[in-house]
Protein backbone atom coordinates (compact mmCIF):
# COMPACT_ATOMS: atom_id res chain seq x y z
CA UNK A 1 0.00 0.00 0.00
CA UNK A 2 0.90 3.24 -1.03
CA UNK A 3 1.19 5.68 2.19
CA UNK A 4 0.39 9.34 1.74
CA UNK A 5 2.00 11.58 4.66
CA UNK A 6 0.10 14.65 5.71
CA UNK A 7 2.96 16.49 4.11
CA UNK A 8 1.48 15.25 0.88
CA UNK A 9 -1.80 15.40 1.61
CA UNK A 10 -1.49 18.94 2.15
CA UNK A 11 0.47 19.94 -0.73
CA UNK A 12 -2.30 17.96 -2.89
CA UNK A 13 -4.95 19.87 -1.34
CA UNK A 14 -3.02 23.11 -2.88
CA UNK A 15 -2.26 21.95 -6.27
CA UNK A 16 -6.16 20.21 -6.80
CA UNK A 17 -8.05 22.53 -5.13
CA UNK A 18 -5.83 25.75 -4.12
CA UNK A 19 -7.26 25.44 -0.50
CA UNK A 20 -4.17 25.40 1.26
CA UNK A 21 -1.61 28.87 1.01
CA UNK A 22 1.52 27.82 2.43
CA UNK A 23 1.26 29.42 5.95
CA UNK A 24 -1.83 27.56 6.56
CA UNK A 25 0.12 24.45 5.58
CA UNK A 26 2.77 25.24 7.61
CA UNK A 27 0.64 25.73 10.32
CA UNK A 28 -1.15 22.65 9.75
CA UNK A 29 2.12 20.74 10.41
CA UNK A 30 2.91 22.67 13.54
CA UNK A 31 0.14 21.76 15.41
CA UNK A 32 -0.04 18.56 14.14
CA UNK A 33 4.03 18.19 15.32
CA UNK A 34 3.14 20.03 18.63
CA UNK A 35 0.49 16.93 19.14
CA UNK A 36 2.73 14.84 18.50
CA UNK A 37 4.83 16.20 21.80
CA UNK A 38 1.38 16.12 23.31
CA UNK A 39 0.72 12.35 22.81
CA UNK A 40 4.20 11.41 24.01
CA UNK A 41 3.59 13.16 27.39
CA UNK A 42 0.37 11.34 27.21
CA UNK A 43 1.71 7.99 27.03
CA UNK A 44 4.21 8.59 29.52
CA UNK A 45 1.88 9.49 31.79
CA UNK A 46 2.93 8.42 36.02
CA UNK A 47 6.34 8.00 34.83
CA UNK A 48 6.23 11.59 33.39
CA UNK A 49 4.91 13.00 36.56
CA UNK A 50 2.21 14.22 34.42
CA UNK A 51 -0.96 13.23 35.98
CA UNK A 52 -3.02 15.19 38.82
CA UNK A 53 -3.81 19.15 39.28
CA UNK A 54 -1.32 22.00 38.37
CA UNK A 55 -3.60 23.64 41.03
CA UNK A 56 -4.17 26.69 39.51
CA UNK A 57 -7.70 27.85 37.67
CA UNK A 58 -8.47 28.46 34.37
CA UNK A 59 -10.54 31.67 33.61
CA UNK A 60 -13.60 29.39 33.75
CA UNK A 61 -13.08 28.71 37.46
CA UNK A 62 -11.83 24.28 36.37
CA UNK A 63 -8.93 23.51 38.23
CA UNK A 64 -6.22 23.31 35.37
CA UNK A 65 -4.81 19.64 35.07
CA UNK A 66 -1.07 19.12 34.58
CA UNK A 67 -1.53 18.00 31.23
CA UNK A 68 -3.97 21.56 30.28
CA UNK A 69 -0.92 23.49 31.40
CA UNK A 70 1.72 21.28 29.58
CA UNK A 71 -0.68 20.91 26.24
CA UNK A 72 -1.18 24.98 26.35
CA UNK A 73 3.01 25.53 26.55
CA UNK A 74 3.45 23.07 23.48
CA UNK A 75 0.83 24.56 21.75
CA UNK A 76 2.39 28.02 22.23
CA UNK A 77 6.15 27.18 21.84
CA UNK A 78 5.37 25.50 18.47
CA UNK A 79 3.13 28.08 17.00
CA UNK A 80 4.64 31.65 18.17
CA UNK A 81 7.67 31.80 15.84
CA UNK A 82 6.94 30.58 12.71
CA UNK A 83 5.30 33.51 11.17
CA UNK A 84 1.96 32.36 9.91
CA UNK A 85 -0.41 33.16 13.13
CA UNK A 86 -1.35 36.29 14.17
CA UNK A 87 -2.17 35.42 17.36
CA UNK A 88 -3.60 32.44 19.65
CA UNK A 89 -6.50 31.65 21.82
CA UNK A 90 -6.79 28.87 24.09
CA UNK A 91 -9.78 27.65 26.78
CA UNK A 92 -6.23 27.90 29.02
CA UNK A 93 -5.83 31.58 28.79
CA UNK A 94 -7.90 34.57 29.64
CA UNK A 95 -7.45 36.68 26.98
CA UNK A 96 -5.63 36.42 23.28
CA UNK A 97 -1.80 35.40 23.16
CA UNK A 98 -0.90 37.78 20.36
CA UNK A 99 2.49 36.97 18.09
CA UNK A 100 5.73 38.28 20.26
CA UNK A 101 7.04 41.54 17.78
CA UNK A 102 10.33 39.60 17.78
CA UNK A 103 8.74 37.33 15.13
CA UNK A 104 6.98 37.74 12.06
CA UNK A 105 3.42 37.88 11.63
CA UNK A 106 1.19 35.69 9.77
CA UNK A 107 -1.97 36.04 8.39
CA UNK A 108 -4.08 33.03 10.69
CA UNK A 109 -5.56 32.63 14.44
CA UNK A 110 -5.26 29.73 15.92
CA UNK A 111 -7.71 28.96 18.58
CA UNK A 112 -7.50 25.50 20.43
CA UNK A 113 -8.44 23.48 23.38
CA UNK A 114 -5.10 21.98 24.08
CA UNK A 115 -6.32 19.31 26.51
CA UNK A 116 -10.14 17.87 26.03
CA UNK A 117 -11.47 15.40 28.52
CA UNK A 118 -9.43 16.64 31.44
CA UNK A 119 -11.36 14.53 34.28
CA UNK A 120 -10.29 11.41 32.13
CA UNK A 121 -6.38 11.93 31.88
CA UNK A 122 -5.74 10.53 35.08
CA UNK A 123 -8.07 7.14 34.12
CA UNK A 124 -6.36 6.47 31.18
CA UNK A 125 -9.20 7.24 28.92
CA UNK A 126 -9.47 8.78 25.70
CA UNK A 127 -8.13 12.64 25.81
CA UNK A 128 -7.46 14.98 22.91
CA UNK A 129 -6.42 18.64 21.67
CA UNK A 130 -8.83 20.44 19.65
CA UNK A 131 -8.07 23.37 17.26
CA UNK A 132 -9.64 25.73 14.65
CA UNK A 133 -8.24 28.01 12.17
CA UNK A 134 -9.50 32.10 11.78
CA UNK A 135 -7.88 33.98 8.79
CA UNK A 136 -7.38 37.46 10.60
CA UNK A 137 -9.26 39.96 8.69
CA UNK A 138 -7.54 43.39 7.44
CA UNK A 139 -3.72 43.99 7.43
CA UNK A 140 -3.17 46.15 10.57
CA UNK A 141 -0.50 44.91 12.83
CA UNK A 142 -2.09 44.88 15.84
CA UNK A 143 -5.04 41.83 16.85
CA UNK A 144 -7.30 42.41 19.03
CA UNK A 145 -10.25 39.71 20.55
CA UNK A 146 -12.60 41.29 18.85
CA UNK A 147 -10.94 40.02 15.22
CA UNK A 148 -11.62 36.56 16.64
CA UNK A 149 -15.34 36.69 17.24
CA UNK A 150 -16.32 35.55 13.26
CA UNK A 151 -18.69 32.92 12.87
CA UNK A 152 -17.84 29.28 12.73
CA UNK A 153 -18.60 29.24 8.57
CA UNK A 154 -15.28 31.63 8.39
CA UNK A 155 -12.63 28.73 9.50
CA UNK A 156 -10.14 27.79 7.06
CA UNK A 157 -9.42 24.78 9.06
CA UNK A 158 -10.44 22.63 11.93
CA UNK A 159 -9.15 19.38 13.37
CA UNK A 160 -8.32 17.12 16.43
CA UNK A 161 -6.40 14.85 17.87
CA UNK A 162 -7.35 11.88 19.63
CA UNK A 163 -4.83 10.39 22.36
CA UNK A 164 -6.14 6.77 22.51
CA UNK A 165 -5.28 3.48 22.11
CA UNK A 166 -4.06 4.91 18.08
CA UNK A 167 -3.01 8.54 18.18
CA UNK A 168 -5.13 10.30 15.02
CA UNK A 169 -5.47 13.62 13.36
CA UNK A 170 -8.73 14.76 11.89
CA UNK A 171 -8.85 17.90 9.99
CA UNK A 172 -10.83 20.05 7.45
CA UNK A 173 -9.41 22.72 5.43
CA UNK A 174 -13.04 22.79 3.69
CA UNK A 175 -13.30 19.67 1.26
CA UNK A 176 -13.98 16.75 3.17
CA UNK A 177 -12.47 14.91 6.45
CA UNK A 178 -9.38 13.37 6.03
CA UNK A 179 -7.85 10.65 8.97
CA UNK A 180 -4.30 10.45 9.73
CA UNK A 181 -2.64 7.87 11.95
CA UNK A 182 0.29 8.73 13.74
CA UNK A 183 3.03 5.93 12.94
CA UNK A 184 4.62 5.49 16.28
CA UNK A 185 8.50 4.19 14.54
CA UNK A 186 8.74 6.80 11.61
CA UNK A 187 6.88 8.97 13.39
CA UNK A 188 4.78 10.70 10.66
CA UNK A 189 0.76 10.94 9.96
CA UNK A 190 0.18 9.06 7.77
CA UNK A 191 -3.41 9.17 5.90
CA UNK A 192 -5.89 6.15 6.63
CA UNK A 193 -9.00 7.54 5.68
CA UNK A 194 -10.65 9.97 3.35
CA UNK A 195 -13.89 11.57 2.96
CA UNK A 196 -15.30 9.90 6.20
CA UNK A 197 -19.66 9.97 5.80
CA UNK A 198 -21.82 10.50 9.17
CA UNK A 199 -24.73 8.04 8.30
CA UNK A 200 -27.82 10.44 7.73
CA UNK A 201 -29.58 7.92 10.55
CA UNK A 202 -28.37 6.29 13.54
CA UNK A 203 -29.32 4.43 17.05
CA UNK A 204 -26.73 5.32 18.97
CA UNK A 205 -26.54 8.58 21.60
CA UNK A 206 -24.08 10.77 23.99
CA UNK A 207 -25.33 12.37 26.57
CA UNK A 208 -24.58 12.74 30.16
CA UNK A 209 -27.97 11.41 31.36
CA UNK A 210 -26.92 12.12 35.05
CA UNK A 211 -28.08 16.11 34.07
CA UNK A 212 -31.71 14.89 33.12
CA UNK A 213 -33.56 16.48 35.88
CA UNK A 214 -32.14 20.09 34.81
CA UNK A 215 -32.39 19.50 30.98
CA UNK A 216 -35.11 21.63 28.95
CA UNK A 217 -38.58 19.81 28.15
CA UNK A 218 -37.51 19.03 23.86
CA UNK A 219 -34.60 17.43 25.09
CA UNK A 220 -35.59 15.24 27.92
CA UNK A 221 -38.37 14.37 25.09
CA UNK A 222 -35.97 13.61 22.27
CA UNK A 223 -34.11 11.49 24.75
CA UNK A 224 -37.05 9.74 26.39
CA UNK A 225 -38.41 9.04 23.39
CA UNK A 226 -34.90 7.08 22.53
CA UNK A 227 -35.29 5.29 25.93
CA UNK A 228 -38.72 4.40 25.40
CA UNK A 229 -37.19 1.85 21.93
CA UNK A 230 -39.20 -0.30 20.10
CA UNK A 231 -42.15 -0.22 21.71
CA UNK A 232 -41.81 4.01 21.89
CA UNK A 233 -42.59 6.48 19.15
CA UNK A 234 -39.40 6.06 17.90
CA UNK A 235 -40.07 2.58 16.81
CA UNK A 236 -36.42 0.85 17.53
CA UNK A 237 -34.25 0.42 20.34
CA UNK A 238 -31.30 3.01 20.92
CA UNK A 239 -27.82 2.74 22.58
CA UNK A 240 -26.04 4.69 24.90
CA UNK A 241 -22.90 5.84 24.53
CA UNK A 242 -20.83 8.74 26.46
CA UNK A 243 -17.01 8.57 26.96
CA UNK A 244 -16.99 12.38 28.79
CA UNK A 245 -13.91 13.86 26.44
CA UNK A 246 -15.85 15.24 23.27
CA UNK A 247 -13.04 14.69 21.44
CA UNK A 248 -13.80 10.64 21.61
CA UNK A 249 -17.36 10.83 21.71
CA UNK A 250 -17.34 12.73 18.49
CA UNK A 251 -14.64 10.46 16.50
CA UNK A 252 -17.14 7.89 17.49
CA UNK A 253 -19.48 9.73 15.42
CA UNK A 254 -17.50 10.27 12.67
CA UNK A 255 -16.36 6.59 12.29
CA UNK A 256 -19.98 5.39 12.32
CA UNK A 257 -22.72 8.40 13.50
CA UNK A 258 -24.47 8.96 15.94
CA UNK A 259 -26.03 11.96 18.01
CA UNK A 260 -24.33 13.81 20.81
CA UNK A 261 -25.67 16.22 22.69
CA UNK A 262 -24.61 18.83 25.66
CA UNK A 263 -27.68 21.06 26.33
CA UNK A 264 -28.41 23.94 27.89
CA UNK A 265 -29.27 23.09 31.85
CA UNK A 266 -30.80 24.35 34.42
CA UNK A 267 -27.46 23.80 37.14
CA UNK A 268 -26.33 26.95 35.39
CA UNK A 269 -29.49 28.78 33.88
CA UNK A 270 -27.23 32.01 32.64
CA UNK A 271 -24.90 30.23 30.66
CA UNK A 272 -25.82 29.23 26.97
CA UNK A 273 -24.18 25.67 28.01
CA UNK A 274 -20.91 24.13 28.92
CA UNK A 275 -19.25 23.63 25.95
CA UNK A 276 -17.14 26.25 24.29
CA UNK A 277 -18.29 28.27 21.25
CA UNK A 278 -14.85 28.60 19.45
CA UNK A 279 -12.58 26.38 20.09
CA UNK A 280 -15.14 23.18 20.72
CA UNK A 281 -18.43 23.23 19.15
CA UNK A 282 -17.27 25.47 15.97
CA UNK A 283 -14.01 23.18 15.14
CA UNK A 284 -16.29 20.24 15.67
CA UNK A 285 -19.48 21.46 13.95
CA UNK A 286 -17.15 22.26 10.78
CA UNK A 287 -15.74 18.52 10.61
CA UNK A 288 -19.40 17.01 11.40
CA UNK A 289 -20.86 19.38 8.68
CA UNK A 290 -18.08 18.14 5.85
CA UNK A 291 -18.91 14.58 6.95
CA UNK A 292 -22.28 14.93 6.25
CA UNK A 293 -23.88 15.43 9.59
CA UNK A 294 -25.18 18.72 11.35
CA UNK A 295 -24.81 20.94 14.20
CA UNK A 296 -27.23 23.33 16.01
CA UNK A 297 -27.66 24.75 19.84
CA UNK A 298 -31.08 23.17 19.31
CA UNK A 299 -32.68 26.49 17.53
CA UNK A 300 -29.64 27.76 14.93
CA UNK A 301 -26.62 26.59 12.89
CA UNK A 302 -23.85 26.49 15.15
CA UNK A 303 -21.81 27.53 12.32
CA UNK A 304 -23.79 30.89 12.07
CA UNK A 305 -23.52 31.84 15.14
CA UNK A 306 -21.66 35.41 15.85
CA UNK A 307 -19.38 35.09 18.62
CA UNK A 308 -19.60 38.23 21.37
CA UNK A 309 -16.96 36.65 23.86
CA UNK A 310 -13.95 34.58 23.67
CA UNK A 311 -14.76 32.01 25.97
CA UNK A 312 -18.68 31.78 24.67
CA UNK A 313 -20.61 28.86 25.76
CA UNK A 314 -22.85 27.28 23.85
CA UNK A 315 -25.36 24.20 23.57
CA UNK A 316 -24.69 21.59 21.29
CA UNK A 317 -26.63 19.16 19.23
CA UNK A 318 -24.71 17.25 16.45
CA UNK A 319 -23.85 14.05 14.66
CA UNK A 320 -26.42 12.35 12.60
CA UNK A 321 -28.08 14.86 10.40
CA UNK A 322 -31.97 13.07 10.81
CA UNK A 323 -31.53 12.95 14.06
CA UNK A 324 -30.10 16.37 14.73
CA UNK A 325 -33.45 17.78 12.63
CA UNK A 326 -35.27 16.36 15.16
CA UNK A 327 -34.10 17.82 17.99
CA UNK A 328 -34.19 20.99 16.15
CA UNK A 329 -38.22 20.19 15.32
CA UNK A 330 -38.62 19.18 18.70
CA UNK A 331 -37.27 22.97 19.77
CA UNK A 332 -39.77 24.79 17.06
CA UNK A 333 -42.88 22.50 18.37
CA UNK A 334 -41.91 23.86 22.30
CA UNK A 335 -41.86 27.48 21.16
P1 LIG B 1 -12.36 20.11 28.99
O1 LIG B 1 -11.70 18.90 29.55
O2 LIG B 1 -11.61 20.70 27.84
O3 LIG B 1 -12.74 21.12 30.03
O4 LIG B 1 -13.73 19.65 28.29
C1 LIG B 1 -14.51 18.69 28.92
C2 LIG B 1 -15.85 18.69 28.28
C3 LIG B 1 -16.03 17.71 27.13
O5 LIG B 1 -14.90 17.09 26.68
C4 LIG B 1 -17.00 16.70 27.65
O6 LIG B 1 -17.92 16.38 26.66
C5 LIG B 1 -17.65 17.37 28.82
O7 LIG B 1 -16.78 18.34 29.27
C6 LIG B 1 -17.98 16.41 29.94
O8 LIG B 1 -18.44 17.12 31.02
P2 LIG B 1 -19.24 16.47 32.24
O9 LIG B 1 -18.45 15.30 32.71
O10 LIG B 1 -19.31 17.58 33.23
O11 LIG B 1 -20.62 16.11 31.72
MN1 LIG C 1 -12.82 20.55 26.14
MN1 LIG D 1 -9.60 21.45 27.78
Not at 15 to 26: A, D, N, T, V
Not at 162 to 180: D, I, R
Not at 225 to 247: I, Q, T, Y
Request: proline share 4%; net charge neutral; with cysteine.
Amino acid sequence: MKRISLTQYLVEQQREHGLIPSQLRLLIEVVARACKHIAIAVNKGALGEVLGSAGTENVQGEVQKKLDVISNEVLIEANEWGGHLAAMASEEMDSIHVVPNRYPQGEYMLLFDPLDGSSNIDVNVSIGTIFSVLRKIGHARGVSEQDFLQPGKQQAAAGYCVYGPQTTLVLTVGNGVALFTLDRETGSWVLTQQDLRIPEDTKEFAINMSNRRHWAAPVTRYIDECLAGKHGPRGKDFNMRWVGSMVADVHRILSRGGVFLYPWDAREPGQAGKLRLMYEANPMAFLVEQAGGAATNGRERILDLVPTRLHERVSVVLGSKHEVERVLAYHREAG
